[in-house]
């Protein structure tokens, strides 16, 4: 059990560092040495800094509610 979790963590970091590798914004030695929470944390907070509705002023969905009455 515990080598199929490993293999499962390490296919999971290499999955991030790929991704992160792609937005040429890190360098491979730098992700190497990171943990995979500490590369989610990276993923997850790149991500939220380029999409373009994570911003505070951005426009947010609100539960609508329909008076047909």
Same mark, same amino acid.
């Given at each position: 059990m515990g080598k199929i979790l490993r293999q499962a *963590? /390490?296919?999971r970091r290499l999955e991030l560092i790929k991704k992160l590798l792609a937005f040429? *914004?890190?360098k491979k030695e730098e992700l190497? /040495?990171?943990s995979l929470t500490d590369l989610e944390n990276e993923f997850r907070n790149f991500i939220g800094d380029q999409h373009p509705h994570s911003e505070i002023e951005s426009i947010h969905w609100v539960k609508k509610i329909n008076n047909l009455s």
């Open positions: *963590v /390490e296919n040429g *914004v890190y190497f /040495e990171l």
